[in-house]
């Protein structure tokens, strides 16, 4: 059984960063494609991006292109999300995904969240 867990949320103002971390437990990190997805009040829990086993290749939602960056690290098991030029608009819980598409569809495993607050 896979344990995720995000760490990095927080409340901040429109135009800061925020990096996000989620870190697996078990040895086979390394063999899934990480992703995250975000949740606002009242909305359906969308996707953010994702990143490939091997980190090579990423997918970003077209909301966050350009802003966002998702990274991994094998060795530590560990995923992350660097969010630049953040928007009233990307409030909302993080979620960490194990095991999601390259498109963007969701695997079966998810962390607890982080809040990302952002204030205009």
């Known amino acids: 059984q896979v344990q995720l867990v995000e760490s990095g949320g927080g409340l901040v103002q429109a135009g800061e960063s925020l990096r996000l971390s989620c870190a697996a437990s078990?040895?086979?990190?390394?063999?899934?494609?990480m992703g995250w997805f975000r949740q606002a009040p009242g909305k359906e829990r969308q996707f953010v991006a994702v990143i490939s086993w091997s980190g090579s290749r990423t997918y970003y939602a077209n909301s966050v292109k350009g802003r966002f960056t998702i990274s991994r690290d094998n060795a530590k098991s560990t995923v992350y999300l660097q969010m630049n030029s953040l928007k009233f608009e990307d409030t909302a819980v993080y979620y960490c995904n194990r095991g999601p598409s390259m498109d963007g569809r969701p695997g079966s495993d998810w962390g607890q969240g982080t809040q990302v607050t952002v204030s205009s």
């Open positions: 078990g040895r086979t990190f390394s063999s899934y494609n």
